[in-house]
Structures are given as structure tokens and as C-alpha cells.
């Protein structure tokens, strides 16, 4: 039983406290007001059994007081696996873990999601046992420091690099004829990796000192231009470190979705003949067009349930010669399977039934490793697998809603680009 003594000089700040009875680990976790999480548990462990075991067995308590919440969570998970806590028994089952992996031996080192530590040639942040928390620290730095997330070069800048998400690009580097300027681009692209490695070992304050100095040397030397891009990553990192209600771990929603894609893939399995491992990431495609005029598509993202509205894609409809809807359907389809830069969908849903879906299957069917429903209105049914293809009424009362609000979202963001698309050349006219 830990001492009241102890539990009075607790202080409310962030960081993670750590449970042991003896030398052996019991749990690990994080908080973002420290007195007070520690307090929950006290409560709960009168009613909740492991509680209970962790707060009663446990014979100390220590803390690690971090700068910010965000330092916090990686933390938690670096101490999880070195320490593997006896009633973190979440974290055991090595399937459901995600890193975060910097191929740090590459000419140009990439940062993605990973399973498992799958080699020793990389260097790995984690494990994070929700991959939303894995997938929103990479987009949250990754808005401070640009980075690639691409497998490959390619022979032409990435989009996101439009976007200022990874820049300098490699692949853009990789196309110079000017060797100084290529050695020059590289050296910043490492730079900027060694910076996100910072981030990610829980050194933000070393690298805010750094980007105080350069600050400093760059109005000095009156370089504004350089200030300004280097002002902006400084603002945005204490922004992170600063924000008092970070909390990237939703555990009602997460629970919500892990049912969700638990029922999904039990439906999904039976009418595909390839493994579906993971459902996270859902697109979903809609047609909007008035007699066939200013016909546009559409292409919303869910990732592990919610919206990821940054990554929404829209589609003008380029082939002239199109006067149908599924085909119209196919053609963003096969435009959008075609950027091999983008992250790959684990589902692809469509707004429509049978027709649509055969209508792709025709001319995509042996090109989609991947799989594909529709979802089917009056009532509102999914349609899955091969011609002639099978109805299914949705049971689930989460999944249907889920599925609802794909469709309805990507409805909404066709008509939109539509509208638009049509004022436009009425104020031409």
C-alpha cells in the first residue's frame, strides 16, 4: 500500500507515474495533471478490480514530471516497453502495437508507421498501443518540421510537398543538375529528420533553444525571409509543448471504433480472398454533376473513425466523351489508385449499389487489392464482394451510422466543388 505521505506531494503537472511493488513493475501511465490522475485511481481501485490490484499491491510510487503533455505520452510509451508493467496488459499483444520508425540509414531518412520493429537499421518512437495517437504526433510534427513519408523516390516532387509537408523533397532533390544546390537540399532534409528525432525523444526544449539562436543570428544578419519560415516552426513547436489540454487518446472513441472495425473486417472476410488485417483508414467517393455540366468527384478520409479533412481529394471530371455517372465513378477511382504516393486505403467505400460496383469491377476489378463496398439507399444497405454481388442490411447500429456519414460527407464535398465549380463560370459569363 503506498503512504499517504506520498500521495499528499504528488505535484499537478504533467509527466508519468510509475506503480512498483519491490523492484517489479506493476503499471506505467501518463497524465496530464499528475495529483489528480493519481487521485482516480485511488477511487477506482474501491470499485474496479484491477484498480484495485494495481493501487493495493503496489509498495511505490514514482513520478517524472515532463514540460508538456505531448512529452508525456512518449515517454509512457518508451518506459511500457523497456519496463513491460505487469497490469498494462493492454500493451502485450505485439500485433496491436504501432511505432513510429525513422529509416535512419537511408540516403534520405523516411518516417512512417510500423507493426513491429522489423529491422536494425531503423530507429523506432513507441510502441503506441492507438494508432491514432501514433498517426496524429506524425501529422502534428509533421506541420513543424516537413518530413517524407514516401517508400520510394519518385522521378517528380510528392504532393505533399505542394503542401509544405515534406520539403525539401527528395525527389525533387533528386531530379537537380546542380550538384551544389543538391548538396545544400540534402543537408537541410537531414537537418530537418535530426530535429523530428528531437521532437520525438522528448527533447523539444533543446531544440526551442536552438531555434531561439538561429532566430537571433537571422534578424541580425536582417534575413527576415529565413526568419519568418524558422518564427513559424518556433510558434508551432510551442504550441504543442504549451497546449494544456492535449489529450490525444479519446479512450471512449477508441473503444467505440475497435468494435466497430472488429465487425466490420467479420463481415468484410467472408467476401474477399485476400487477408484484411487492419481496417484504419476508410475513403469514400461520390459523383456531383447537372446534366452532365461542371461534373466533378469527390474523395473524403477516415481514419480510425473521424474525418481527416486535410486529406479530402477532389476530381474534375476530364474525359468529355463520360455521360454517366460509373463511369465518371471509375475515373477518379482509377486516378486516385494511381498516385502511389498517397497512403493506402485499407477500404474503399462508394455511394451507390450494384450498378456502381459493377461498373468498377469491369474495369477495375483485378486491379483492386484491397476491398470495396457500396452502400445502397431505401434502406440504407452495404453491397460487398463480386458480381452478382450480396446486400447486407446493417445491423450494427454504429457501423451503419459510420457508413452513412462516409457517404454523406463525400456527397457533401462533391456538391460543393459542383457549386463552386459552376459560380465560377457564371461570373465569367
Known amino acids: 500500500m503506498i503512504d499517504e505521505s506520498v500521495l499528499k506531494n504528488i505535484p499537478s503537472v504533467a509527466g508519468v507515474y510509475i506503480f512498483k511493488k519491490g523492484r517489479d513493475y506493476l503499471y506505467i501511465g501518463k497524465a496530464k495533471n499528475l495529483k489528480a490522475r493519481i487521485k482516480t485511481h485511488k477511487l477506482q481501485a474501491k470499485v474496479d478490480k ?16 515532463t514540460n508538456s503533455e505531448f512529452d508525456s505520452i512518449l515517454l509512457e ?15 502485450r499483444d505485439d500485433k496491436s502495437h504501432l511505432y513510429i520508425k525513422i529509416t535512419v540509414k537511408d540516403q534520405y531518412p523516411k518516417v512512417f508507421l510500423s ?38 523516390i519518385g522521378k517528380r516532387p510528392c504532393f505533399y510537398s505542394k503542401i509544405n509537408l515534406c520539403y525539401p523533397c527528395p525527389s525533387y532533390i533528386e531530379s537537380l543538375k546542380d550538384g551544389v544546390l543538391k548538396k545544400s537540399l540534402k543537408k537541410q532534409y537531414r537537418e530537418n529528420i535530426k530535429r523530428v ?47 494544456k489540454d492535449f489529450d490525444l487518446v479519446y479512450e471512449r472513441k477508441q473503444k467505440l471504433w475497435n468494435e466497430i472495425e472488429k465487425h466490420l473486417r467479420k463481415i468484410l472476410k467472408n467476401f474477399f480472398d485476400f487477408k484484411i488485417e487492419k481496417i484504419l483508414r476508410v475513403e469514400g467517393f461520390d459523383i456531383s454533376n447537372f446534366s452532365f455540366k461542371e461534373a466533378v468527384g469527390s474523395m473524403v478520409v477516415f481514419f480510425e473513425g473521424e474525418a481527416k479533412k486535410e486529406e479530402y481529394r477532389r476530381f474534375k471530371i476530364k474525359n468529355p466523351k463520360i455521360k454517366d455517372d460509373f463511369s465518371m465513378l471509375v475515373e477518379i477511382l482509377k486516378r486516385r489508385l494511381s498516385h502511389k504516393n498517397w497512403p493506402k486505403p485499407d477500404l474503399l467505400v462508394i455511394d451507390g449499389g450494384k450498378p456502381q460496383l459493377l461498373s468498377i469491377w469491369k474495369s477495375l476489378g483485378r486491379k483492386i487489392k484491397l476491398p470495396i463496398l457500396g452502400i445502397a439507399k431505401d434502406p440504407d444497405r452495404l453491397v460487398v464482394g463480386k458480381p452478382p454481388f450480396k ?36 461570373q465569367k459569363n
Open 50 to 65: 484491477k484498480e484495485s490490484l494495481i493501487f493495493n499491491q503496489a509498495t511505490k510510487l514514482q513520478w517524472i514530471v
Open 77 to 91: 510509451a518508451k518506459l511500457i516497453k523497456e519496463k513491460q508493467p505487469k497490469y498494462n496488459i493492454r500493451w
Open 115 to 152: 507493426r513491429k520493429e522489423d529491422d536494425g537499421k531503423s530507429l523506432y518512437f513507441g510502441p503506441f498501443l492507438s494508432s491514432k495517437i501514433a498517426y496524429d504526433i506524425i501529422r502534428l510534427v509533421r506541420q513543424i518540421i516537413p518530413f517524407c513519408t514516401q517508400k520510394k
Open 197 to 243: 528525432i528531437k521532437i520525438l525523444s522528448g527533447k523539444s526544449q533543446g531544440l526551442i533553444k536552438q531555434y531561439e539562436k538561429i532566430l537571433k543570428n537571422l534578424s541580425n544578419k536582417q534575413n527576415y525571409e529565413k526568419a519568418i519560415v524558422v518564427r513559424d516552426r518556433y510558434l508551432k513547436l510551442k504550441k504543442l509543448l504549451d497546449k
Open 391 to 426: 446486400e447486407i442490411p446493417v445491423e450494427n447500429k454504429e457501423i451503419l451510422l459510420f457508413f452513412q456519414a462516409i457517404r454523406d460527407e463525400a456527397h457533401r464535398f462533391a456538391k460543393n466543388y459542383h457549386i463552386f465549380l459552376r459560380a465560377k463560370k457564371y
